[in-house]
T-cell receptor
Framework: KQEVTQIPAALSVPEGENLVLNCSFT??????LQWFRQDPGKGLTSLLL?????REQTSGRLNASLDKSSGRSTLYIAASQPGDSATYLC?????????FGAGTTVTVRA | DGGITQSPKYLFRKEGQNVTLSCEQN?????MYWYRQDPGQGLRLIYY???????QKGDIAEGYSVSREKKESFPLTVTSAQKNPTAFYLC?????????????FGQGTRLTVV
């Protein structure tokens, strides 16, 4: 069974600092990995999708890397802003199922 | 606009009642999922469906039932056998998008037992 772990569980940084969020998974035979953002009481918004053949994806201030062999992905958010405060979740797809980590809750202080 | 629609946004259930949560997608995706989210916890998979008229139990299927009669629709019924149904329920679909498979979520239904 795929286990997905996200560290740290919570993170508080001053505005402008770069954010580093970690995701690890136990079964490296994944089809792809996806990072999501969740605001309180809302659904999940897709941020970045990394296919298993890719090593990274970038969108604006966001960059995600994938190392399948070691079962790790890292989400970098550059120059954080208060609007980046949310919970960030990573999910992997294998065996036709999406498996999620518990998320990292980020607070960016103005 | 393509997307996933969950309804209702808020739902209240009396003890012993069955309730059905709606999930509709117009993304032409084959795969659909139901997750449960409890405060401070991650998403737990209830049921998933890869194709019409077929679905599989997830990690916490007891007390829930689903149907997949149409590609666009994947309703979830929370039965009276589910002893602790108060939670936030999220529906997702997954399919080919821009060269890779990608998952999209609805805005969720918050179910409360009264």
């Amino acid at each position: 069974k795929q286990e997905v772990t996200q560290i740290p569980a919570a993170l508080s940084v001053p505005e402008g600092e770069n954010l580093v969020l970690n995701c690890s998974f136990t079964d490296s035979a994944i089809y792809n990995l996806q990072w999501f953002r969740q605001d309180p009481g809302k659904g999940l918004t897709s941020l970045l999708l990394i296919q298993s053949s890719q090593r990274e994806q970038t969108s604006g201030r966001l960059n995600a890397s994938l190392d399948k062999s070691s079962g790790r992905s890292t989400l970098y958010i550059a120059a954080s802003q208060p609007g980046d405060s949310a919970t960030y979740l990573c999910a992997v797809i294998n065996d036709y199922k999406l498996s999620f980590g518990a998320g990292t809750t980020v607070t960016v202080r103005a | 606009d393509g997307g996933i629609t969950q309804s209702p946004k808020y739902l209240f259930r009396k003890e012993g009642q069955n309730v059905t949560l709606s999930c509709e997608q117009n993304l032409n995706h084959d795969a659909m999922y139901w997750y449960r989210q409890d405060p401070g916890q991650g998403l737990r998979l209830i049921y998933y469906s890869q194709i019409v008229n077929d679905f599989q139990k997830g990690d916490i299927a007891e007390g829930y039932s689903v149907s997949r009669e149409k590609k666009e629709s994947f309703p979830l019924t929370v039965t009276s056998a589910q002893k602790n149904p108060t939670a936030f329920y999220l529906c997702a679909s997954e399919g080919l998008q821009g060269g890779g498979t990608e998952a999209f979520f609805g805005q969720g239904t918050r179910l409360t037992v009264v």
